[in-house]
């Protein structure tokens, strides 16, 4: 029986190394997967999901229009090859229409999907994606990171805007190290109050 699996993380925690490594150990056995990438995100190409580490592989682009099941459907009767696992990189950017396009994948075409993305923004919000995933999702898991300041856990993201940290202003804005930094909820609030 397949599942919605949602695998959420801070800036920095591995999500992308690791939707690489699930698809290479899927391929490696001659199963067929699908990678999704939100188009938005262009920092090292429209069409790759790519690493911190420097590895990077082809992924299907998804705008704001695309149509998941429909995507996945196609594909599946296509060539006839059975699609063995569907992963979807950022899926924070998924709008609900599309989280839940990943449920009938799931339950109609009896296909895993695993969906890895950030949870909260900046301002310690949730992305329309990350919260229909939390609520759609079959099961989550945290992939965990530490604080880029102390030894605790990153909970949550601090951008800067010129190297100043900033907690208001449009919800994406794409960037890498230089923009984003993985805190713990002491440290975020600390950062505000002028204590780092």
């Known amino acids: 029986m397949a599942h919605l699996y949602f695998k959420y993380g801070t800036m920095n925690s591995g999500k992308s190394i690791e939707i690489i490594k699930v698809a290479h150990n899927y391929e490696e056995q001659g199963k067929r997967v699908l990678l999704f990438t939100p188009a938005i995100d262009t920092r090292i190409g429209a069409n790759l999901v790519g690493s911190r580490t420097g590895l990077t592989r082809p992924a299907i682009p998804v705008g704001a229009d695309t149509d998941l099941f429909e995507w ?18 950022e899926a924070q950017f998924l709008n609900k229409r599309q989280v839940l396009e990943l449920t009938w994948i799931v339950d109609e075409l009896d296909i895993p999907v695993m969906a890895f993305g950030l949870k909260n923004d900046f301002r310690n919000e949730l992305f329309e994606g990350s919260y229909n995933l939390l609520v759609n999702a079959d099961k989550i898991e945290e992939i965990k990171t530490i604080c880029w300041h102390c030894d605790r856990k990153a909970t949550m993201v601090v951008r800067s805007v010129n190297g100043v940290p900033v907690n208001e202003g449009d919800q994406i804005m794409i960037g890498g190290n230089d923009d984003y930094k993985p805190v713990c909820r002491s440290c975020y609030r600390k950062t505000f109050q002028g204590g780092l």
């Open 72 to 89: 996945v459907r196609r594909e599946q009767s296509g060539d006839g090859q059975r699609i063995s696992c569907v992963l979807v990189d």
